[in-house]
């Protein structure tokens, strides 16, 4: 039986940026949303971007 593990390379820096990033963007997002007068189309745009940044900080983390 073939076992693998997933694990993440990050240090204490990379962390850091990634948490930082991550607060940016959501605010950033929350800020265009409420520009657009709460508008759906805009705000599932914004959880898109969201989502995409999830995915990058997450995969420069090394899994």
Known sequence: ?????FSFQWTTITLAISI?????VCALSGLA???????ASV???ELLRI???TV?????NQP
Do not use: E, P
């Not at 949303?33 to 508008?39: D, E, I, N, T, V």
């Open 1 to 5: 039986m073939l076992q693998t593990s």
């Open 20 to 24: 930082v990033t991550l607060l940016i």
């Open 33 to 39: 949303w409420r520009r657009s007068g709460f508008r």
């Open 43 to 45: 705000g599932l745009l």
């Open 51 to 53: 989502a995409i940044v």
């Open 56 to 60: 990058c900080v997450l995969l420069l």
